[in-house]
Protein backbone atom coordinates (compact mmCIF):
# COMPACT_ATOMS: atom_id res chain seq x y z
CA UNK A 1 0.00 0.00 0.00
CA UNK A 2 2.66 1.99 0.83
CA UNK A 3 4.23 1.79 -2.91
CA UNK A 4 0.59 2.28 -4.67
CA UNK A 5 0.90 5.94 -2.48
CA UNK A 6 4.47 6.52 -3.58
CA UNK A 7 3.85 5.72 -7.05
CA UNK A 8 0.88 8.21 -6.70
CA UNK A 9 2.47 10.99 -5.49
CA UNK A 10 5.72 10.92 -7.51
CA UNK A 11 3.12 10.61 -10.78
CA UNK A 12 1.22 14.21 -9.31
CA UNK A 13 4.54 15.13 -8.39
CA UNK A 14 6.30 15.04 -11.76
CA UNK A 15 2.68 16.18 -13.53
CA UNK A 16 2.19 19.29 -11.95
CA UNK A 17 5.83 20.49 -10.30
CA UNK A 18 6.27 22.87 -13.17
CA UNK A 19 3.17 24.55 -11.95
CA UNK A 20 4.18 24.72 -8.43
CA UNK A 21 7.28 26.36 -9.36
CA UNK A 22 5.78 29.04 -11.65
CA UNK A 23 3.15 29.95 -9.09
CA UNK A 24 5.92 29.74 -6.58
CA UNK A 25 8.51 32.12 -8.34
CA UNK A 26 5.14 34.85 -8.53
CA UNK A 27 4.72 34.14 -5.02
CA UNK A 28 8.84 34.72 -4.51
CA UNK A 29 8.56 37.89 -7.09
CA UNK A 30 11.41 35.92 -9.47
CA UNK A 31 13.52 35.04 -6.45
CA UNK A 32 14.41 31.31 -8.56
CA UNK A 33 15.78 28.99 -5.51
CA UNK A 34 13.47 30.74 -2.56
CA UNK A 35 10.84 28.89 -5.32
CA UNK A 36 12.16 25.83 -5.47
CA UNK A 37 12.55 25.81 -1.79
CA UNK A 38 9.23 26.62 -1.02
CA UNK A 39 8.13 23.89 -3.52
CA UNK A 40 10.03 20.93 -1.61
CA UNK A 41 8.60 22.03 0.86
CA UNK A 42 5.37 22.03 -0.37
CA UNK A 43 5.97 18.54 -1.56
CA UNK A 44 6.76 17.23 1.20
CA UNK A 45 3.84 18.27 3.22
CA UNK A 46 1.89 16.82 0.55
CA UNK A 47 3.71 13.65 0.94
CA UNK A 48 3.64 13.57 4.57
CA UNK A 49 -0.70 13.87 4.40
CA UNK A 50 -0.98 12.52 1.00
CA UNK A 51 -3.66 10.44 2.04
CA UNK A 52 -5.89 13.98 3.28
CA UNK A 53 -4.31 15.21 -0.32
CA UNK A 54 -5.61 12.68 -2.56
CA UNK A 55 -8.81 12.82 -1.98
CA UNK A 56 -9.43 16.44 -2.41
CA UNK A 57 -11.60 17.48 -5.05
CA UNK A 58 -8.48 18.51 -7.10
CA UNK A 59 -5.03 17.56 -6.02
CA UNK A 60 -3.63 20.54 -7.54
CA UNK A 61 -5.94 23.01 -5.70
CA UNK A 62 -5.02 21.09 -2.67
CA UNK A 63 -1.05 21.94 -3.72
CA UNK A 64 -1.15 25.55 -4.48
CA UNK A 65 -3.14 26.12 -1.29
CA UNK A 66 0.23 23.95 0.43
CA UNK A 67 2.30 26.14 -1.47
CA UNK A 68 0.48 29.78 -0.47
CA UNK A 69 0.42 28.62 3.18
CA UNK A 70 4.59 27.54 3.48
CA UNK A 71 5.03 30.93 1.41
CA UNK A 72 3.20 32.78 4.07
CA UNK A 73 4.60 31.12 7.00
CA UNK A 74 8.03 31.40 5.00
CA UNK A 75 7.62 35.71 5.25
CA UNK A 76 7.05 35.47 8.70
CA UNK A 77 10.17 33.97 9.67
CA UNK A 78 12.80 37.05 10.80
CA UNK A 79 15.97 35.18 8.93
CA UNK A 80 13.78 35.70 5.76
CA UNK A 81 13.09 39.59 6.21
CA UNK A 82 17.00 39.89 6.62
CA UNK A 83 18.05 37.96 3.92
CA UNK A 84 18.67 39.61 0.66
CA UNK A 85 18.52 37.87 -2.48
CA UNK A 86 21.14 36.53 -3.74
CA UNK A 87 20.59 36.56 -7.74
CA UNK A 88 19.29 39.11 -9.42
CA UNK A 89 15.39 38.13 -10.82
CA UNK A 90 16.56 39.66 -14.58
CA UNK A 91 19.53 37.25 -14.33
CA UNK A 92 17.05 33.99 -13.45
CA UNK A 93 14.88 35.16 -16.34
CA UNK A 94 17.36 35.10 -18.74
CA UNK A 95 19.00 31.58 -17.57
CA UNK A 96 15.21 29.92 -18.36
CA UNK A 97 14.46 28.88 -22.09
CA UNK A 98 12.08 31.60 -22.96
CA UNK A 99 9.03 31.14 -25.12
CA UNK A 100 8.89 33.08 -28.67
CA UNK A 101 7.37 36.59 -27.87
CA UNK A 102 8.31 36.32 -24.30
CA UNK A 103 9.51 40.10 -23.32
CA UNK A 104 12.29 39.72 -20.68
CA UNK A 105 12.04 43.52 -19.62
CA UNK A 106 8.06 43.11 -19.14
CA UNK A 107 8.75 40.03 -17.38
CA UNK A 108 11.77 41.78 -14.48
CA UNK A 109 9.65 44.82 -14.44
CA UNK A 110 6.66 42.94 -13.25
CA UNK A 111 8.69 40.36 -10.99
CA UNK A 112 10.12 43.38 -9.37
CA UNK A 113 6.39 45.22 -8.56
CA UNK A 114 5.65 42.28 -7.49
CA UNK A 115 8.70 42.41 -4.77
CA UNK A 116 7.37 45.87 -3.42
CA UNK A 117 4.21 43.94 -2.20
CA UNK A 118 3.76 42.37 1.01
CA UNK A 119 3.30 38.67 1.15
CA UNK A 120 -0.35 38.42 1.63
CA UNK A 121 -1.28 41.25 -0.91
CA UNK A 122 1.51 39.29 -3.33
CA UNK A 123 -0.22 35.98 -2.66
CA UNK A 124 -3.89 37.41 -3.62
CA UNK A 125 -2.84 38.79 -6.97
CA UNK A 126 -1.68 35.30 -8.14
CA UNK A 127 -4.68 33.65 -6.65
CA UNK A 128 -7.35 36.16 -8.43
CA UNK A 129 -5.04 36.73 -11.25
CA UNK A 130 -2.28 34.34 -12.48
CA UNK A 131 -5.07 31.03 -11.44
CA UNK A 132 -8.12 33.14 -11.90
CA UNK A 133 -9.55 32.10 -8.45
CA UNK A 134 -12.58 33.72 -7.55
CA UNK A 135 -12.85 35.97 -4.04
CA UNK A 136 -14.50 33.43 -2.11
CA UNK A 137 -11.43 30.62 -3.35
CA UNK A 138 -9.28 33.02 -2.98
CA UNK A 139 -10.19 33.81 1.20
CA UNK A 140 -10.81 30.09 1.67
CA UNK A 141 -6.90 29.44 0.59
CA UNK A 142 -5.63 32.01 2.41
CA UNK A 143 -8.21 31.73 5.41
CA UNK A 144 -9.45 35.41 5.46
CA UNK A 145 -12.70 37.08 4.92
CA UNK A 146 -13.90 38.02 1.29
CA UNK A 147 -13.43 41.59 2.14
CA UNK A 148 -9.92 40.96 3.36
CA UNK A 149 -9.38 39.74 -0.02
CA UNK A 150 -11.10 42.33 -1.70
CA UNK A 151 -9.08 44.95 -0.10
CA UNK A 152 -5.77 43.20 -0.01
CA UNK A 153 -6.57 42.97 -4.22
CA UNK A 154 -6.93 46.56 -4.62
CA UNK A 155 -4.38 47.93 -2.22
CA UNK A 156 -2.39 45.52 -4.57
CA UNK A 157 -3.37 46.32 -7.69
CA UNK A 158 -3.21 50.44 -7.04
CA UNK A 159 0.26 49.94 -5.74
CA UNK A 160 1.28 48.05 -8.89
CA UNK A 161 -0.36 50.35 -11.17
CA UNK A 162 2.24 53.06 -9.27
CA UNK A 163 4.85 50.80 -10.10
CA UNK A 164 4.36 49.32 -13.76
CA UNK A 165 1.56 51.49 -14.87
CA UNK A 166 -2.12 51.03 -15.53
CA UNK A 167 -1.62 49.47 -19.22
CA UNK A 168 -0.20 46.34 -18.02
CA UNK A 169 -3.08 45.38 -15.13
CA UNK A 170 -6.86 44.60 -14.60
CA UNK A 171 -8.92 47.73 -14.82
CA UNK A 172 -9.66 49.14 -11.62
CA UNK A 173 -13.41 48.19 -11.95
CA UNK A 174 -12.22 44.02 -11.88
CA UNK A 175 -10.50 44.00 -8.93
Known amino acids: MATDRSIDFVD ?3 AHRADLVRT ?3 LC ?6 AEDLVQT ?3 KLYLSWSRASRADSRLAYARKTLTHAFIDETKRAYRRREAAAADPA ?25 ELGPRQRAVVVLRHWHDLDVTE ?13 SQNARALA ?10 LVPEGAS
Do not use: M
Not at 138 to 150: D, E, H, P
Open 24 to 26: AAL
Open 159 to 168: RLRELVGPQF
Open 42 to 44: TLT
Open 29 to 34: AGDEAW
Open 138 to 150: TARILKCSVGTVK
Open 91 to 115: QSAGSEPTAAGVDLGLRELILTALA
Open 12 to 14: FAR
